[in-house]
Every structure is written in structure tokens, then in C-alpha cells.
């Protein structure tokens, strides 16, 4: 019984991190060609704090992560849409706003404080039923998503200004993806951990763009190299009874400077107008 316990246990892990290794990359391959990563990061870091905020006031953590992660990109995608120009200003303010709800937190009691440190590296092995359902129909519904509207994504992610005068609404994808980044962020910070949530949404496409010439060769090797480094860092962290969120974060981590030493792309900088398509919408 015992060994028939801890297999479902892992089996569910696996299937976890396998889901949000996988979904990270594919939008991570779209933060990183928009230079969003420090968005990206952002909305990590508050979606975090409304978890902190809701355990507080005796709330579900993922309505609190949700208000707080939507509210932030719906901020920033105002504000970017209609150029004020304080889009960085939102974003520091996050990091500063997060970090201060974090302490006040851990000066409440010793319970807070261990809910906090979960958030920062995660429970894959002590994930429940209903956060692994949550993740799994986030996958579901935002490949989907993306499929439905990948014409419109790839136009406005790699040539904004050409596909605003061919008449699309690039300000409308502009909110499009930020909410589909902090969905995504809402569903495996719990799981995966704030400071994995964030490799994982950078470190695999950032790779990725160092060898491929093209977003959809780019969205193929940065899920490989997303899930390969959840299969690898599972099985290295039983070989050597290390948390399992932070052997991976440390694998796709070290994948991604190995990649930049052996790019052949000259500096490690991958041109996004070498993955523009043709002018046509």
C-alpha cells in the first residue's frame, strides 16, 4: 500500500511539472520575443502576493493570485496600448508592492512564513487533486487559445507595427496574452514555486532562440528543452534527495548558459527580424 501511495504521488508530480514545463515554454517563446520578461517576472511576484494576501483574510489563495495577477496585466497592458509611458514604473512598483506583502506576511505567525517559503520553491511531490485539475485545464484552455489565435499572435508578436497597419488590433493581443500569462502563472505558482514559475517562463525559449531560425522551430526545441529538463531534474532530484522545483530551476538554468556558449548566433542574440514572415496578413 505503501509503495502503491508514494507511486501515485510521483506519477502526479511528474504529470505537474510535465504540464507547466511544457505550458511556460510555449508562452515564455512570446514573452521573450516581446521583450516581456521582466513582465513576466512581475506578475510572478503579485500573483504571489495575492496568494499571501488571501491566506491572510481566510481566502482561497487562487482567487487573491488571480485579482492580483490580472489586475497587473491588465494595468500594464493599459498602459502600453496607450503609451503614458510608466509600463516600467507599474512593473517596479510589483516587485516592490510584492516584496512587502511577503514580509508582512512572515511578521504575522510562523504559519504565514511557511506558506510563503512554499510559494517561493514550490510542492510539486505535495500536489493536490484539484491543483493538479486547475493546471491541467489551464493547459487545455490556453493551447487552445493559442492555436485558435496563433496567426494573430505570431503577426503582432514579431512585426507590431506592420500588422497594426494591415488592420489588426495588435492592442487587443497586447491584453490577450497578458491575461493568458497570468492565468498561466496563477495555475502553477502554487505548485512549481514563484522562483521556478520564472525560470521556467524565460530559460527555455531564451535557449531556444540561440539555434532555430524560425517561432515555430523556436516553439519546438524550447518545449523540449522544457520538459527534458523536468524529466532530468525529477530524476535527479530522488537520485540525490534534492527539492525537486529547485533541480530543475538549476537544470533548464544550466541548459540555458550552456546554449549561449554554444550558440552559433554571433553574441547569443537571436534576431527577431530573422523570425519575421513575410508581409502578409
Not at 511556460?24 to 517576472?41: K, N, Q
Not at 488571501?54 to 495577477?69: A, H, Q, T, V, W
Not at 516600467?88 to 510562523?110: K, M, P, T, Y
Not at 540555458?256 to 502578409?280: D, E, F, Q, T
Amino acid at each position: 500500500m505503501h509503495e502503491i501511495m508514494v507511486t501515485t504521488i510521483t506519477l502526479k508530480a511528474l504529470v505537474a511539472a510535465l504540464l507547466a514545463s511544457s505550458l511556460s515554454a510555449v508562452l515564455g517563446v512570446y514573452v521573450v520575443l516581446r521583450r516581456l520578461s521582466s513582465l513576466g517576472a512581475a506578475i510572478a511576484h503579485t500573483t504571489f502576493a495575492g496568494a499571501l494576501v488571501s491566506y491572510i483574510i481566510s481566502l482561497d489563495p487562487i482567487i487573491g493570485s488571480m485579482f492580483f495577477g490580472l489586475g497587473l496585466a491588465l494595468l500594464i497592458s493599459y498602459s502600453r496600448a496607450g503609451k503614458e509611458g510608466f509600463a516600467e514604473s507599474i512593473v517596479g512598483a510589483a516587485f516592490g508592492i510584492s516584496a512587502a506583502v511577503a514580509a508582512l506576511a512572515l511578521s504575522f505567525s510562523r504559519e504565514y512564513s511557511s506558506i510563503a517559503f512554499s510559494y517561493l520553491v514550490g510542492d510539486v511531490l505535495g500536489v493536490s487533486d484539484r491543483e493538479l485539475i486547475v493546471l491541467a485545464l489551464t493547459f487545455i484552455l490556453i493551447v487552445t487559445l493559442i492555436i485558435l489565435f496563433y496567426k494573430e499572435l505570431k503577426y503582432s508578436t514579431l512585426d507590431p507595427e506592420t500588422s497594426e497597419a494591415m488592420g489588426l488590433r495588435v492592442s487587443i493581443y497586447e491584453y490577450f496574452f497578458n491575461v493568458l500569462t497570468s492565468l498561466v502563472l496563477v495555475a502553477e505558482i502554487r505548485i512549481v514555486g514563484l522562483i521556478l514559475a520564472e525560470v521556467y517562463l524565460v530559460a527555455p525559449a531564451a535557449a531556444a532562440l540561440q539555434f532555430t531560425h524560425s517561432i515555430e522551430g523556436t516553439l519546438m526545441l524550447a518545449i523540449i528543452m522544457a520538459v527534458s529538463s523536468a524529466l532530468g531534474g525529477f530524476m535527479l532530484s530522488f537520485s540525490f534527495n534534492t527539492p525537486v522545483s529547485a533541480t530543475i530551476g538549476i537544470l533548464i538554468s544550466l541548459i540555458y548558459v550552456i546554449s549561449l556558449l554554444v550558440s552559433p548566433k554571433r553574441k547569443g542574440k537571436c534576431s527577431v527580424a530573422s523570425l519575421r514572415p513575410k508581409r502578409k496578413i
